[in-house]
C-alpha cells in the first residue's frame, strides 16, 4: 500500500511539474528552464539529505557508471514536457508521458535491459496499455 501512495505522490508531482516548468518556459527558453529546475531540484535533494540522519553517499562507489547518469534525464524529460505542453496542453501531453513511460518499462521488463529482473509480458498489462492508450486518445478528442 505504501507503494501506491508513494506512486500517486509522485503522479501528483508530475503533473504539477510540467505545469510549473511550461510557465517557466515562457519567460525564458526551454534549456533554461530545464536548468533552472535541475538545479532548483538538486538543492531540494540536497538539503533533504542533510537533513536525513540514516542516509549515507558511501554505497556511490557500488554503482555502475551508466547509471549514474540517470539523472542527466531529467534535463531532457523536462525540456521535452516545457516543448510537448506548449504544442498539446498539459492533459495531453501528462496523458502521452504516462503512456510512452508504461510501454517503455513493459518492454525492459520484458527484456530485462539494465539490470532489471526479466519478466514475461503478461496479457493484463496489454490490456492495461490499450485502456491507458484509449484514454489518452480521448483526451485529446
Known amino acids: 500500500m505504501q ?7 509522485a503522479g501528483i508531482f508530475v503533473a504539477t511539474q510540467n505545469i510549473f516548468n511550461a510557465t517557466i518556459g515562457t ?3 526551454t534549456w533554461s528552464t530545464a536548468m533552472i529546475t535541475q538545479a532548483v531540484a ?18 556511490i562507489k557500488d554503482v555502475k557508471p551508466l547509471y549514474l547518469f540517470g539523472g542527466s534525464f531529467g534535463a531532457v524529460v523536462v525540456a521535452t514536457s516545457v ?13 502521452t508521458l504516462l503512456v510512452a ?6 518492454c525492459i521488463e520484458a527484456f530485462g535491459v539494465f539490470d532489471m529482473k526479466k519478466q514475461p509480458i503478461a496479457r ?10 484509449a484514454g489518452a486518445l480521448l483526451i485529446t478528442m
Do not use: R, W
Not at 3 to 9: Q, R
Not at 83 to 95: P, Q, R, T
Not at 101 to 106: A, F, G
Open 83 to 95: 516543448i510537448a505542453v506548449g504544442f498539446v496542453g498539459a492533459a495531453v501531453s501528462n496523458a
Open 27 to 29: 519567460e525564458t527558453s
Open 3 to 9: 507503494g501506491i501512495v508513494f506512486a500517486v505522490l
Open 124 to 133: 493484463k498489462q496489454v490490456i492495461g496499455l490499450v485502456v491507458m492508450i
Open 101 to 106: 513511460q508504461l510501454l517503455v518499462v513493459i
Open 42 to 59: 538538486g538543492s531540494g535533494a540536497f538539503i533533504i539529505y542533510l537533513c536525513k540522519k540514516d542516509d549515507h553517499f558511501s554505497p
